[in-house]
């Protein structure tokens, strides 16, 4: 039975890797087992067939950034259609798609604490917190923002959401509330390091005491 686990998992992998590929298949299949969590015994024989499969099939360049760029299954799973798009100059298209996904799981997440907090504490946390990290993620290591929790730790925003990043990610987090019943936190991010950001807001009201949120995403293009 284990046997036949780790074959699925194996083709889990190799899927993922045939699908979006990385800017090396070793970096390409270590990023694709950690977002689906794969590891353990027996993993060490799946890592080398999925990395043969990347290498001997020639996966693109653009299809292995994709897959190191995932942060989430949905991410990953975003990067299948490369196969039909790479070939049309798609495929940096659905790169920056995988990384603008970071922005609307970690809003839905700050979304949720923000809600609990309210149901709660009857009230949104009063007060701000400027961009977090806050140097921006290009100028970071593989143009990310490294988890470094002393960045969100004594910020009293931060910390009445028990909020922080925890892996590397590609946008930074600010919020804003100047009254209980109104918060905003926006998340932005410089995708391909150009100059151009992208900001995506969330806005939580609760007039009547039931609170309501709302995602804007970005109308420009990174």
Not at 73 to 79: I, K, L, P, T
Not at 101 to 116: G, H
């Amino acid at each position: 039975m284990r046997s036949i686990i780790m074959a699925v998992l194996c083709a889990a992998i190799a899927a993922a890797l045939g699908a979006c590929g990385g800017s090396s298949c070793e970096d390409a299949v270590a990023n694709a087992a950690k977002v689906y969590g794969f590891g353990g015994d027996g993993y060490a024989g799946q890592r080398a067939t999925a990395i043969k499969q990347c290498k001997e099939e020639k996966y693109p360049e653009a299809m292995r950034a994709c897959v190191i760029a995932a942060r989430s299954r949905e991410a990953v799973e975003a990067c299948q259609k490369l196969r039909q798009t790479a070939a049309k100059g798609g495929a940096e298209e659905y790169v920056q798609k995988s990384k603008r996904i970071e922005a609307d799981l970690n809003l839905d997440r700050l979304k949720k604490s923000l809600k609990v907090h309210f149901v709660e504490m009857a009230t949104f946390p009063v007060g701000s917190a400027p961009l977090t990290p806050s140097t921006p993620c290009c100028e970071g290591p593989n143009h990310t923002c490294a988890p470094n929790p002393a960045e969100w730790a004594g910020n009293p925003v931060w910390e009445a959401l028990d909020w922080t990043v925890d892996d590397p990610h590609y946008f930074q987090y600010s919020y804003e509330a100047k009254e209980p019943t109104v918060a905003i936190a926006r998340a932005v991010g410089d995708l391909d390091c150009d100059g151009t950001t992208v900001t995506y807001e969330l806005r939580c009201e609760a007039p009547d005491g039931n609170p309501v949120c709302t995602v804007t995403s970005p109308t420009n293009a990174d």
